[in-house]
């Protein structure tokens, strides 16, 4: 396998490895608090230490299947058959796409419960439109309580959710709330139900990390969390400091760890791109007459190397 290759193979597992350590960080109980005093109604203005004992067992990390019929496990406990979240590993049904990160919330009466699903996007997809994904994924998070949150036609027992869509590298800092409305076409009557059922919250952070006020506090901290650019020290000290945020070691070991897969990250990306120029270098030596043993030479390439570049195999070139 030539060099450059080998280097997309490490960066693209290093970027693996990021999304893992990012959703791992996005999923402390403490980051969370944090996301839902600043998009959920009835959290805001709360510290957010006492919206940490309202988040109920551990929050569930890439283990959740989104797709049809595989949200959902049953179960059985002392002869009652039980129906949960399917938090399966990943290695079953390897492939299948997972909410990032999913759970429960308790609220302040102390009863009632809303659904929680937060996404982390490295930039706006290409290959179809963010909105229409996070639709779908809201849909599923209700769809699915069937039989796990209530049974049979009990529709009234239908928990809110909120699916929580954080985007880095966007063109500006931005936070927008989708959810249902009503419009009246002939008369005015008051139809029976929940508009605050479906909740869709499309958080935009900037390229740029923002001053530390009001508006932009949330976004300056998961600005800080997910940077590829801050140091490691630069990071705890927004986190600890500026957001009272308690450093426990598991956590300092994720941030360390993050900090040192993006720097790699970066590294192999100029390897590439090194690698590149170069390859373009041999390919106009070779058309301006050069033989392949002159061009190593000129290069300190392999001439084997020289050789499979001049032949078109360099997989980059194409």
């Not at 990021?18 to 996005?26: I, N």
């Not at 927008?176 to 952070?205: F, Q």
Request: charged letters at 30%; aromatic letters at 6%; glycine letters at 6%.
């Amino acid at each position: 396998m030539n060099t450059e290759l080998k280097n997309a193979v490490k960066a693209t597992d290093k970027d693996a490895q990021y999304d893992t350590s990012a959703k791992r960080l996005l999923g402390q109980k403490s980051i969370l608090a944090h996301i839902l005093v600043k998009t959920v109604d009835e959290f805001k203005g709360m510290n957010p230490k006492d919206v940490v004992n309202c988040i109920e067992g551990t929050p569930h990390i890439s283990t959740v299947p989104v797709e049809p019929g595989l949200t959902n496990a049953a179960g059985e406990k002392n002869g009652e058959r039980l129906v949960g979240f399917n938090t399966e590993n990943e290695e079953i049904n390897e492939g299948l796409v997972r909410f990032d990160i999913v759970f429960y919330v308790r609220m302040k009466d102390g009863l009632s419960q809303i659904i929680i699903n937060v996404e982390a996007q490295k930039d706006e997809p290409t290959g179809y439109e963010i909105l229409n994904r996070a639709i779908f994924y809201v849909s599923r998070l209700i769809s699915s309580q069937k039989e796990r949150d209530f049974e049979n036609s009990s529709y009234d027992d239908i928990k809110r959710v909120y699916s929580i869509w954080v985007c880095m590298n966007m063109d500006e800092s931005s936070m927008s709330h989708v959810h249902l409305t009503k419009e009246d076409l002939i008369g005015s009557y008051e139809w029976k139900g929940n508009l605050d059922l479906l909740n869709i919250i499309m958080l935009g952070l900037a390229k740029n990390l923002p001053e530390h006020d009001e508006t932009y506090e949330l976004h300056r901290l998961l600005g800080a969390l997910l940077s590829k650019e801050l140091t490691i020290d630069e990071k705890l000290n927004i986190i600890g400091n500026e957001y009272d945020i308690p450093i426990e070691e598991n956590f300092r070991k994720d941030v360390s760890v993050m900090c040192n897969l993006s720097q790699g990250i970066k590294e192999d990306g100029i390897a590439i791109g090194a690698a590149r120029e170069k390859a373009k270098i041999i390919l106009n030596m070779y058309k301006n007459g050069f033989t392949a043993e002159q061009i190593a030479s000129a290069t300190d390439k392999d001439i084997e190397e020289v050789k499979a570049i001049i032949a078109g195999k360099e997989p980059a070139l194409a």
